[in-house]
Antibody, heavy 127, light 106 residues
Framework: EVQLVESGGGLVQPGGSLRLSCVGS????????MSWVRQTPGKGLEWVAN????????YYVDSVKGRFTISRDNGKKSLYLQMNSLRAEDTAVYYC????????????????????WGQGTLVTVSS | DIQMTQSPSTLSASIGDRVTITCRAS??????LAWYQQKPGKAPKLLIY???ILDSGVPSRFSGSGSGTEFTLTISSLQPDDFATYYC????????FGQGTKLEIK
């Protein structure tokens, strides 16, 4: 069974830092792109970051660029999200997800989706 | 960024009903769409990818269609397990989701 398990969430003050971890099992971790997606009651689901199998390509949503860093350790089948300079609006449940993709948009339609998802870890930024 | 707008935001329906959820993109998509189901306290679960393909194990009463700016998720005959919140997601980076449609029991 493919499984993703996050950890590392908690309460942190504005301006503080937190590191999230995600361990994958049941699939060949280093064969897949991986992602972080967050969810808040107000903004709903928001893609945060992606990382290629070997870490050579990384992408972020604009709102976290320069503050968050996604990384992975394929030997440990682990994905990480280092979050610095945290703000109240970063408060959310953070999900780790495997990122599946097909097509490049040039030679046919591109398809991108998240599957499966971990159970999520809650990050609360508050004083 | 491409904005995804779902309608309705809330849908009340009965067991056995046929329901349709619409997802509209702020610009024409030349890419595929995905749909997710989420139950309270749980992570989203992939239902449909590449606009029309059901993920493994998803019942055939679910179907997806659409192109351009308008996409739909249809449940042909509602079952008790289907009452949940549904989200669409487009495939151009940044990958954006609809705001969700909560399907409630009538």
């Amino acid at each position: 069974e493919v499984q993703l398990v996050e950890s590392g969430g908690g309460l942190v003050q504005p301006g503080g830092s937190l590191r999230l971890s995600c361990v994958g099992s049941g699939f060949i971790f280093n064969n897949y792109w991986m992602s972080w997606v967050r969810q808040t009651p107000g903004k709903g689901l928001e893609w945060v970051a992606n990382i290629k199998q070997d870490g050579s390509e990384i992408y972020y949503v604009d709102s976290v660029k320069g503050r968050f860093t996604i990384s992975r350790d394929n030997g440990k089948k682990s994905l990480y999200l280092q979050m610095n300079s945290l703000r109240a609006e970063d408060t959310a449940v953070y999900y780790c997800a495997r990122f599946d993709k097909t097509g490049d948009g040039y030679n046919g339609p591109a398809g991108r989706w998240f599957h499966p998802w971990g159970q999520g870890t809650l990050v609360t930024v508050s004083s | 960024d491409i904005q995804m707008t779902q309608s309705p935001s809330t849908l009340s329906a009965s067991i056995g009903d046929r329901v349709t959820i619409t997802c509209r993109a702020s610009q024409s998509l030349s890419s595929w769409l995905a749909w997710y189901q989420q139950k309270p306290g749980k992570a989203p679960k992939l239902l449909i990818y590449k606009t029309t393909i059901l993920d493994s194990g998803v019942p055939s009463r679910f179907s997806g269609s659409g192109s351009g700016t308008e996409f739909t998720l249809t449940i042909s005959s509602l079952q008790p397990d289907d009452f949940a919140t549904y989200y669409c997601q487009q495939s151009n980076r940044p990958y954006t989701f609809g705001q969700g449609t909560k399907l409630e029991i009538k």
